[in-house]
Structure formats: structure tokens, C-alpha cells
């Protein structure tokens, strides 16, 4: 399977836990980028990478959450004291120099915070 | 900022209706516009894009939509709804930066 892969496909967690998130792009992507979806809602950005390098984060994200993509493969992203606010499906997304801005998804990991 | 608007939380046609799900979008720059379809529990998949040739676009499952530039819509159709179709469909636009911003979703539900 070429395509991008996300891990864990489901995570439930109490208030106040701390859980990470695992996306693998599609490999000769450069580009990565996150998303939340929360129910009845479109994607909402998160943040991106090119490479190894954070260009943009959105002030969805706060000082909890933290994105990391160490050596510009696969990348991760934590939130910290989880709050039941933070309960959302998290895409992400891959992108390559030809692909016409088209944006490859993930099947998301949906969080649920008990 | 670029942005779309989708016209209608929840569309229902029946099994053979037309389908039409309108979105209009505002950009400063000419934008590359998306159609996403989402399944319960999944991640989005791409059924058209337009990225500045021709304004009718064809994508897979039957879907068409047209770039109108006078009414900024970007509307998708489908000649004959199946009952496979019902989904949550997105509108998306992304400019030369590659932020996409989507649309709040049209939930699609076909009658047989």
C-alpha cells in the first residue's frame, strides 16, 4: 500500500492523559500536513511540514499540542492533558511537487477524551 | 484568504435523481478547487479537482463539476444518484501556498 497511513486508527483516553499520533506520507512527499475534523465539520488545519521544517501553524493549535516531523518521513503529533474538547478525528495529509495542489488523506485517527 | 461556502448541510435526491451539491468560493488569486467524499469513519478521498484547464471537470464515480468564474461556484453533479453515493461531501480551495481550507460538508442521502 502506497498511500498515506495513520496510527491508531482509534483512541480513547481520560482527561488529562497525553496521546500521540503517528501519520506515514506518501514517501517521495515532501509536504505534510494536519488536520482536525471535529462531527458535522470540515477539516480544519493544523499545521504543516515541508521536509523536516514546521512552516505553519494555525492557532487551533495550542501550547498542548506539538507536531513533529524528525527527519522529514514520518511524522507525529502530541497533545498534551487532553481535554474532552480535543475529542475529533485528526487527518493527515500528504503532498508532492506534482500533484496539482491535490492533497492526499490519511483514514484519520478519531480521538475520543472521556 | 481563500474560503468556500457549501449551500446546504444535507441534500436528499432519490435512487436516479440528479444530484447537485453547490459550493461557491472566494480567492484573491485563481484558486485550484477539490471535491472530497468522506464514508463514516474514513479519510477523505478526492473525486475531482480543477487546477486551471479545462472548467468542466470529470471526476470518478460519474461526478462532474464546473468552474464558473463570473458566479465563483464550483458545483458538482451527478447525472443519476446510486444509493453508493450517500457520503459527506466537501469543497476545498487552495492557492500557490497549498493551505487548503474546506468547506463545512453537504451530507448526501439517496431514497431508493
Known amino acids: 500500500d502506497t498511500g498515506v497511513s495513520q496510527d491508531p486508527r482509534h483512541k480513547i483516553t481520560k482527561r488529562g492523559q497525553n496521546v500521540t499520533f503517528r501519520c506515514d506520507p506518501i514517501?517521495?512527499?515532501?509536504?505534510l500536513y494536519w488536520y482536525r475534523q471535529t462531527l458535522g465539520q470540515g477539516p480544519e488545519f493544523l499545521t504543516y511540514?515541508?521536509?523536516?521544517?514546521?512552516?505553519?501553524k494555525s492557532r487551533l493549535l495550542s501550547d498542548r499540542f506539538s507536531a513533529e516531523r524528525p527527519k522529514g518521513s514520518f511524522s507525529t503529533l502530541e497533545i498534551q492533558r487532553t481535554e474532552q474538547g480535543d475529542s475529533a478525528m485528526y487527518l493527515c495529509a500528504s503532498f508532492g511537487l506534482n500533484s496539482y495542489n491535490e492533497q492526499f488523506f490519511g483514514p484519520g485517527t478519531r480521538l475520543t477524551v472521556l | 484568504a481563500q474560503s468556500v461556502t457549501q449551500l446546504g448541510s444535507h441534500v436528499s435526491v432519490s435512487e436516479g435523481a440528479l444530484v447537485l451539491l453547490r459550493c461557491n468560493y472566494s480567492s484573491s488569486v485563481p484558486p485550484y478547487l477539490f471535491w472530497y467524499v468522506q464514508y463514516p469513519n474514513q479519510g477523505l478521498q478526492l473525486l475531482l479537482k480543477?487546477?486551471?484547464?479545462?472548467?468542466l471537470v470529470k471526476g470518478i464515480n460519474g461526478f462532474e463539476a464546473e468552474f464558473k468564474k463570473s458566479e465563483t461556484s464550483f458545483h458538482l453533479t451527478k447525472p443519476s444518484a446510486h444509493m453508493s453515493d450517500a457520503a459527506e461531501y466537501f469543497c476545498?480551495?487552495?492557492?500557490?501556498?497549498?493551505?487548503?481550507?474546506f468547506g463545512a460538508g453537504t451530507r448526501l442521502t439517496v431514497k431508493p
Open positions: 476545498a480551495v487552495s492557492v500557490h501556498n497549498n493551505d487548503m481550507r
Open positions: 511540514f515541508q521536509n523536516e521544517a514546521q512552516l505553519e
Open positions: 514517501s517521495e512527499h515532501n509536504r
Open positions: 480543477y487546477t486551471s484547464a479545462a472548467t
